[in-house]
């Protein structure tokens, strides 16, 4: 299956600070990733839809000048959190559909803005 | 109507002890389906798929009704291990290659 791999894992960081998540796909070719949220004791909640080449597709509710996300190539999509508050404190988590097999999920980016 | 489910828990069950988990789903177009689970603080990691037939792998058995759109997953002889969050994921009704979360079960397993 698929290997995802998502840095940085922990993020401490001052409100105002744009945060900058990586996520990698290491040995598929995405053209499309997934962006997830969660928050304490809430499921994962689905924020946008990484498009290889071509903008991004964000849920209803999910500000897109808020979550800048980039695919600029087939193994990788970023997600800067900008001007990070404290309300943006989440668990951000990030897979990869490899199509006819279930997701692959990262490890997942604990954000903490103080 | 939520996309998917479930039982809202928790559970706190003892060792050894047999536990079944529900979920329904509103997209009845719907074809993938899953369960995972996912320990605190920790990334979401596939326990099996659920096929039309119902499958099972070892102490796990899935159960899929379409006519009902629901799904279960059977835990027997439940370990200390088996402690975490149980998440029922079925594929978008906007995008087949998107799937949507359940809000999870919490399952403790009891000494």
């Known amino acids: 299956g698929a290997v995802v791999s998502q840095h940085p894992s922990w993020v401490i960081c001052k409100s105002g600070t744009s945060v900058k998540i990586e996520c990698r796909s290491l040995?598929?070719?995405?053209?499309?990733m997934f962006w997830y949220r969660q928050f304490p004791k809430q499921s994962l909640m689905l924020m946008a839809t990484?498009?290889?080449?071509?903008?991004?597709?964000?849920e209803q509710g999910v500000e897109k000048d808020k979550f800048l996300i980039n695919h600029a190539s087939l193994t990788l999509s970023t997600l800067t959190v900008t001007s990070a508050h404290p309300e943006d404190s989440s668990f951000y988590i990030c897979?990869?559909?490899?199509?006819?097999?279930?997701?692959?999920f990262g490890d997942g980016t604990r954000l903490s803005i103080l | 109507r939520k996309e998917v489910e479930q039982d809202p828990g928790p559970f706190n069950v003892p060792e050894g002890a047999t536990v079944a988990f529900n979920c329904t789903y509103s997209?009845?177009?719907?074809?993938?389906f899953f369960w995972y689970r996912q320990d605190c603080r920790k990334e979401p990691k596939l326990l099996m798929s659920?096929?039309?037939s119902g499958n099972e792998d070892g102490r796990f058995t899935a159960q899929l009704n379409r006519a009902s759109q629901y799904i279960s997953l059977l835990i027997r002889d439940s370990k200390l291990s088996d402690s975490a969050t149980y998440l029922c994921?079925?594929?978008?009704?906007?995008?087949?290659?998107?799937?949507?979360f359940g809000p999870g079960t919490s399952l403790s397993v009891i000494p």
């Open positions: 897979s990869v559909y490899p199509g006819n097999q279930p997701q692959h």
């Open positions: 659920v096929y039309s």
């Open positions: 997209n009845s177009a719907s074809q993938s």
């Open positions: 994921v079925v594929n978008s009704e906007t995008s087949y290659d998107k799937v949507i």
């Open positions: 990484s498009n290889e080449g071509s903008k991004a597709t964000y």
């Open positions: 040995d598929f070719q995405a053209t499309t």
